[in-house]
């Protein structure tokens, strides 16, 4: 099951698990958009659900019907803007989405993994959460949050045979960030400041999802993959020496 699957990054990593033999659900608040992802895959099933909503999140996986092998905590939204502009209602939908969304959705899924004895939560974090950006609002903070619930997840789960793991994406030229990246000089500068000199691709995120879940990763638990070219370990060279 991919939350936000309808778009960006969850509609690619939909499509990688497909390819790759799971039968996928695509939860998305927007249903229009989930059930055009899933159109295209044989098997797929859309499930409208706002992350937030814990009603609403166990009708949604009563229809799935039964606990997925395999939860990806992918839907997430960001508010520009200076942490003292911002809007209360900017402050708490971030944290709702981002950080709430994942936790609830992982609490929905739980029960079931946890009597299967079998199971793996990923949550798509971000280099924002490692190193914060400014003018993103609350958005590094409920991704730093999420890095950590991933960490309690493992720590709690883990001994019932349910795996946590978090992914967190850089510079990616797909979703939220692509209208950044529509403006050639903008996107001249971020590709050239990654040290693999170019842009991450949802494919990126979505091979690293399936690594993550795979029989090779096994006894990876607790872990945040930064899948980022990079980029955040580069503050030396972007600073001349003189
Ligand atoms: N694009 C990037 O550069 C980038 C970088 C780092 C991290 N991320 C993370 O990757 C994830 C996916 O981002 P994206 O770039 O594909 O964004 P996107 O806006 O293209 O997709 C987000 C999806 O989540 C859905 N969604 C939003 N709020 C929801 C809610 N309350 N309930 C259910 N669904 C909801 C949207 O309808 C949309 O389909 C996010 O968690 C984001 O923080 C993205």
Redesign the pocket.
């Known amino acids: 099951m991919v939350?936000?699957?309808?778009?960006?990054?969850?509609a690619d990593i939909v499509r990688a698990l497909a390819a790759a033999g799971y039968r996928v659900g695509i939860?998305?608040?927007?249903p229009g958009?989930a059930r055009a992802v899933a159109d295209g895959i044989a098997d797929a099933v859309a499930l409208a659900?706002?992350?937030?909503d814990a009603d609403a999140l166990a009708a949604a996986l009563a229809d799935f019907g039964a606990a997925p092998d395999l939860l990806v905590n992918?839907?997430?939204?960001?508010r520009f803007g200076a942490l003292e502009e911002q809007s209360p209602e900017d402050y708490a939908a971030t944290v709702?989405?981002?950080f709430l969304?994942s936790c609830l959705c992982a609490r929905a899924v739980a029960p079931g993994m946890l009597e299967r004895g079998s199971g793996h939560i990923i949550n798509?974090?971000?280099?924002?959460g490692v190193h914060p950006a400014p003018g993103i609002g609350l958005?590094g903070g409920t991704?730093a949050a999420m890095a950590c619930m991933t960490q309690a997840m493992a720590l709690e789960w883990g001994p019932r045979g349910v795996r946590a793991n978090a992914i967190?994406?850089?510079?990616?030229d797909?979703?939220?960030?692509?209208p950044i990246y529509e403006n050639p000089q903008a996107r001249a500068v971020r590709s050239g400041g990654v040290p693999l000199r170019r842009l991450?691709e949802?494919a990126d995120?979505a091979h690293a999802v399936l690594f993550l879940d795979s029989e090779q990763a096994a006894y990876i638990n607790g872990h945040e993959l930064v899948v980022d070219g990079g980029v955040i370990n580069s503050v030396l060279a972007q600073l001349p020496r003189s």
Do not use: C
């Not at 936000?4 to 969850?10: C, E, H, K, Q």
């Not at 992918?74 to 960001?78: E, S, W």
């Not at 798509?124 to 924002?128: E, R, Y």
């Not at 797909?174 to 692509?178: H, L, P, Y």
């Open positions: 939350t936000g699957g309808g778009s960006g990054l969850g939860l998305d608040r927007d958009s659900a706002d992350v937030a992918n839907a997430g939204i960001v709702n989405v981002n969304g798509i974090t971000s280099v924002n958005y991704k967190a994406p850089g510079f990616i797909a979703g939220m960030s692509r991450g949802a995120i």
